[in-house]
T-cell receptor
């Protein structure tokens, strides 16, 4: 069994300030972890993925996430928020390296204040 | 690359009718596709896994006779919602497994409204 908990349903930051979206996971196996972003009226886009290689994963658009097994966390960060980052973000876990059906967190709505 | 399309993007139908949704991988072949459902302001829930040339595998609680899945080719999977009812109204999203078979690429989704 596997699950994902996104600790914040909404996060609001000012443009140019750091972003932190928190995610904790539970998995019976060595998990693969992903962050996806969903912009309004657009498909889900993969930001980054962790599949048991380096624990610090760099993704697109300046995002990165660090896998911490001891804390069962996979928080998403970005040093400086941009208005275009406003969207819904999903933390996702898979036991099959992404080849199995994915288990999604409930999502975090990121709001960027001008 | 790795583009997945869905058709239609929106559909409105009457209760009791059937609706077919198509999911296509446009620039890669996908032996495995997935169907998810997303309720308003909620997360995605996996409905079924679709493998080319074989029967789909449904998640617990998903009625296979209501949600018919066909994966007849390496680039096309279809989801047919049979005898649709208002409670079937939702956002249906497909994904296709590509990128070395460890990354799912998602379609833009289909908004189904059953009156």
């Amino acid at each position: 069994a596997q699950s994902v908990t996104q600790l914040d349903s909404h996060v609001s930051v000012s443009e140019g300030t750091p972003v932190l979206l928190r995610c904790n996971y539970s998995s019976s196996y060595s998990p693969s972890l992903f962050w996806y972003v969903q912009h309004p009226n657009k498909g889900l886009q993969l930001l980054l993925k962790y599949t048991s290689a380096a624990t610090l994963v760099k993704g697109i658009n300046g995002f990165e996430a660090e896998f911490k097994k001891s804390e069962t966390s996979f928080h998403l960060t970005k040093p400086s928020a941009h208005m275009s980052d406003a969207a819904e973000y999903f933390c996702v876990v898979s036991s099959g390296g992404g080849a199995d059906g994915l288990t999604f967190g409930k999502g975090t709505h990121l709001i960027i204040q001008p | 690359g790795a583009v997945v399309s869905q058709h239609p993007s929106r559909v409105i139908c009457k209760s009791g009718t059937s609706v077919k949704i198509e999911c296509r991988s446009l620039d890669f072949q996908a032996t495995t596709m997935f169907w998810y459902r997303q309720f308003p302001k909620q997360s995605l829930m996996l409905m079924a896994t679709s493998n080319e040339g074989s029967k789909a595998t449904y998640e617990q609680g998903v009625e296979k006779d209501k949600f018919l899945i066909n994966h007849a080719s390496l680039t096309l999977s279809t989801l047919t919602v049979t005898s649709a009812h208002p409670e079937d109204s939702s956002f249906y999203i497909c994904s296709a497994l590509g990128g070395g078979a460890d990354t799912q690429y998602f379609g833009p989704g289909t908004r189904l409204t059953v009156l």
